[in-house]
């Protein structure tokens, strides 16, 4: 079984602030694979980020940024310094693909982001 | 451009009726994915296919049905088995055993009256 939970469900903040979105999953498998997506008001999930089990190495791209933890099963995300055009809904998800040999993916309950100018 | 087509955008049906979500992609995917997304739940996977003329059922398949004819195309019924079928409907594809990357489309709103 796999399971990604988001707790938090809808974050607003005033545009140049941070915010950081948490992400915990819970899955038996030692090979997964982690993602986030960016769902914007058109409805379109835009893939971000995919991260496999086995590289935990931290990234910055532009204004965003991961923090992967094994230790605590969690895959945060950051956007520095917001925008209005950040504002959507962000969903974590998780794979057991390489076991099963198909991408089925278990999506998070999705963070709404509002950015306010 | 390459991507995936869903339609119709919206869509009104009766109770009682059934419905037929189109989703065609021209990515050479031999993946396809339908998941149903509603308000405060996220994403839940209805049906999957991995090839042509093979399908499987996800997490929530009861009152739902799907072909798989050809590469490119993965049309969705809802039927009026479907209890609660008000939804938004999302298509996804991807390259088969991949590492799982999905690219969907703009998804289909459904509204039952």
């Known amino acids: 079984a796999q399971k990604v939970t988001q707790a938090q469900t809808e974050i607003s903040v005033v545009e140049k602030e941070d915010v950081t979105l948490d992400c915990v999953y819970e899955?038996?498998?030692?090979?997964?694979?982690l993602f986030w997506y960016k769902q914007p008001p058109s409805g379109e999930l835009v893939f971000l980020i995919r991260?496999?089990?086995?590289?935990?190495q931290n990234e910055i791209s532009g204004r965003y940024s991961w923090n992967f933890q094994k230790s605590t099963s969690s895959f945060n995300f950051t956007i520095t310094a917001s925008q209005v055009v950040d504002s959507a809904v962000y969903f974590c998800?998780?794979?057991?693909?390489?076991?099963?040999?198909?991408?089925?993916?278990?999506f998070g309950k999705g963070n709404q982001v509002v950015v306010i100018p | 451009d390459g991507g995936i087509t869903q339609s119709p955008k919206y869509l009104f049906r009766k109770e009682g009726q059934n419905v037929t979500l189109s989703c065609e992609q021209n990515?050479?995917?031999?993946?396809m994915y339908w998941y149903r997304q509603d308000p405060g739940q996220g994403l839940r996977l209805i049906y999957y296919?991995?090839?042509?003329?093979?399908?499987q059922k996800g997490d929530i398949a009861e009152g739902y049905s799907v072909s798989r004819e050809k590469k490119e195309s993965f049309p969705l019924t809802v039927t009026s088995a479907q209890k609660n079928p008000t939804a938004f409907y999302l298509c996804?594809?991807?390259?088969?055993?991949?590492?799982?990357?999905?690219?969907f489309g703009e998804g289909s709103r459904l509204t039952v009256l």
């Open positions: 899955t038996r498998d030692t090979t997964y694979y």
């Open positions: 296919s991995q090839i042509v003329n093979d399908f």
């Open positions: 991260r496999n089990s086995f590289d935990e």
């Open positions: 996804a594809s991807s390259i088969s055993g991949g590492t799982g990357e999905l690219f």
């Open positions: 998800a998780l794979s057991e693909a390489a076991r099963e040999g198909n991408n089925r993916l278990a």
């Open positions: 990515l050479n995917h031999d993946a």
